[in-house]
């Protein structure tokens, strides 16, 4: 499991190794609405946020 931290450490999100959300869903959204840099906290690389949010296209949405 790898850790998502802010500039100052906080844990704001949880993810696995081939970084799919465990927790922290609403932190994240959040901390990359309001420009937060985040970083992995085992290699202090930059987090790049559009590997957990894919843009969808809109009209491909499943109405029923």
Partial sequence: MKV?????GE???????D???L???HRLA???SMGKRL???????PVKLDLFFK???QGNS???
Wanted: glycine share 12%.
């Fill in 11 to 17: 844990v704001i999100a949880i993810a696995t190794d």
């Fill in 39 to 45: 970083f992995w906290r085992d290699t202090g690389e």
């Fill in 30 to 32: 959040v901390a990359g």
């Fill in 23 to 25: 927790g922290g869903h």
């Fill in 62 to 64: 499943r109405s029923a």
């Fill in 4 to 8: 998502i931290v802010d500039e100052t």
């Fill in 55 to 57: 843009h969808h296209p």
């Fill in 19 to 21: 970084h799919i959300l």
